[in-house]
């Protein structure tokens, strides 16, 4: 990508991580946990109301670094699950997801029938992947809970930036 995608530019002087954090900020959601790797420069955000928490262990991949954030995320919550590569967020989808959740399930928004991002699970599927006396496959773990979709009318939902194509097609965007 020519940089870490956490620090790629959104938009002048907005890097996708800064995006995020703000669009979180404006919802309402506290806390805030951001899952880094050591190599990572928390100095170049902007935003500074996220907690970062250190993943020593990239190599056990990205349940491992759900787990650390859901760790630190008070009891009795729901939780965001949101991929600094999927940079779309914004108040309205937030709103719409934390309406739809219950606390024995998750919800997925889906554009044209494909689901997006972020995920939100209630607060029993946290406390199950909290207390997992081995961190679970995140996707497999979903399984064992009801799932709502809900439609949402922006295909942004859709992005996933994982190579310089991705995102040449995404600046053309917005």
């Not at 002048?12 to 703000?22: E, R």
């Not at 056990?60 to 940079?87: E, K, Q, T, Y």
């Not at 914004?90 to 959740?101: G, P």
């Not at 399930?105 to 599927?125: A, E, I, M, N, Q």
Request: aromatic share 10%.
């Amino acid at each position: 990508m020519g940089s870490d995608k956490p620090l790629l530019a959104y938009s002048p002087g907005l890097n996708f991580t800064d995006h995020l954090i703000n669009a979180y900020l404006e919802f309402g959601a506290d806390p805030i946990m951001l899952v880094v790797n050591r190599q990572f420069d928390a100095s170049r955000l902007i935003a500074r109301s996220a907690v970062c928490v250190v993943n020593e262990h990239v190599d056990r991949g990205r349940s491992w670094s759900i787990r650390l954030g859901i760790g630190m995320i008070p009891a009795g919550n729901a939780c965001f699950i949101h991929n600094v590569d999927n940079p779309y967020a914004e108040r309205t989808l937030l709103e719409a997801l934390m309406h739809a959740v219950s606390p024995g399930g998750y919800v997925v928004p889906v554009y044209d029938g494909k689901g997006g991002h972020p995920v939100l699970l209630g607060s029993r599927v946290v406390e199950y992947l909290r207390n997992a006396s081995v961190p679970a496959d995140f996707r497999k773990s979903l399984e064992m809970f009801q799932r709502n979709e809900i439609p949402f009318p922006d295909e942004r939902i859709l992005l996933n930036i994982n190579t310089p194509s991705d995102y040449e097609n995404f600046r053309k965007m917005i």
